[in-house]
């Protein structure tokens, strides 16, 4: 590492020379010995110069002044993004190409990998394990699919499994990555479903997954929900997660298709004041249901994809008119972008009877 030699006394004033003229190297510790400092300079410098410059503020002992070349050690700058951690591995389209995006999910990272760059994953992945510092990184291999809502994925680094403990708002979400559909992106929609709900409600989540929304609500208020699934995976975590959460409301698991499990709600009379429907893909076939299942005034969490607000209310209209019931739009919002110009829309409607 190229430095200026300098007695002890005259450190502080090469630095201010050399900071001024942007020639210092700060990524650079400054070494001392007995006698001399070595500051680290980020090319050769013309020496005389700098003599002339010290010789102004005062110093005289200039002959010992000179460019060496020293073992300094650094500061370790920390990369600052999954960019700046690959490069050396990557060239720089390659790094370009990289999207910047990625989901940490308890201790494991999701990540997509564009096609060109596939022959890398290896070096991705245990660069991106360095950087995040999580136990686990996958790459997407498919979008998600099917009824269950899952994907495939692939180990590209650490240890291979894919399960974990997600935390959010204070809440443990037990879950396997493979097995489960679960976004940690839809942690804000959560809370913003979560914070309408009030004390002693009644509560169905037809389509709970690891049961992210009960397990909120049901942390924080006196509140009773039912969670519905037809994965029995997510309801074996479910049941994991009421476990795990020091709950103030009750959750009850049920696994099996909501168009069945309804019929046991309809033997019983259950009538619920929340209704949340994630399942943006097919939710308006189930529109019909949840209206028949929601209590006069009771809202529902109705999520489609979508680039218009107006056609998913208007298809929530249409069929509380079926019922002979009006609707009032509580809010409406783009909860995340799913493509260009495509959301994952939510709409909070609160179900009037006539
Ligand atoms: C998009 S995920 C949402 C999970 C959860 N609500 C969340 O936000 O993480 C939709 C879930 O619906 C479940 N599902 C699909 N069709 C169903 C049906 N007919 N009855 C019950 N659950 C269903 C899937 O297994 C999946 O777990």
Redesign the pocket.
């Known amino acids: 590492m190229l430095s200026i030699k300098i007695p002890l006394k005259g450190i502080n004033d090469v630095k201010k020379i050399l900071i001024e003229e942007n020639l210092m190297d700060k990524s650079y510790k400054i070494k001392t010995d007995k006698y001399n400092g070595f500051i680290p300079i980020k090319s050769q410098i013309n020496i005389e110069e700098l003599k002339i410059k010290l010789n102004e503020v005062g110093h005289d002992d200039l002959y010992r002044i000179a460019i060496e070349d020293v073992d300094l050690e650094s500061f370790k700058k920390k990369p600052i993004s999954m960019r700046e951690q690959l490069k050396g591995n990557l060239t720089d389209k390659e790094i370009k190409d990289m999207k910047t995006s990625f989901d940490v999910i308890g201790d494991l990272v999701l990540l997509e990998i564009p096609e060109n760059l596939e022959k890398h994953k290896k070096i991705i992945g245990k660069e991106v394990l360095k950087f995040t510092k999580t136990r686990s990184v996958f790459m997407k291999k498919s979008g998600i699919k099917g009824?269950?809502?899952t994907r495939e994925i692939e180990l590209i680094g650490g240890e291979d499994s894919s399960r974990t403990i997600h935390k959010e708002h204070g809440i443990k979400l037990a879950l396997d990555l493979r097995r489960?559909?679960?976004?940690p992106r839809?942690a804000t929609e959560r809370k913003k479903v979560e914070k309408q709900a009030s004390e002693d409600e009644l509560i169905l989540?037809?389509?709970?997954?690891v049961g992210?929304?009960p397990i909120l609500m049901a942390k924080n208020k006196n509140i009773e929900v039912y969670g519905?699934?037809?994965?029995e995976v997510?309801i074996d975590y479910l049941k994991e997660n009421i476990k795990i959460n020091k709950l103030n409301g009750v959750v009850h698991p049920i696994h099996g298709?909501?168009?069945d499990v309804a019929v046991e709600f309809n033997e019983k009379n259950l009538r619920f004041d929340r209704i949340i429907m994630?399942?943006p893909e097919t939710a308006y076939k189930f529109l019909d249901l949840a209206i028949s299942l929601i209590k006069n005034d009771g809202t529902i969490h109705y999520y489609e994809f979508g680039d218009d607000y107006d056609s998913i209310v208007n298809r929530v209209e249409n069929m509380a008119i079926k019922h002979d019931k009006n609707i009032e739009i509580l809010d409406k919002r783009k909860v995340k972008s799913t493509g260009p110009r495509t959301w994952h829309i939510g709409v909070d409607v609160k179900i009037v009877g006539s």
Not at 180 to 183: K, L, M, Q
Request: aromatic fraction near 16%; hydrophobic fraction near 50%; glycine fraction near 4%.
């Open positions: 009824t269950i809502r489960v559909y679960f976004s839809l989540d037809m389509f709970t997954g992210p929304f519905v699934d037809i994965n997510a298709d909501i168009n994630n399942l």
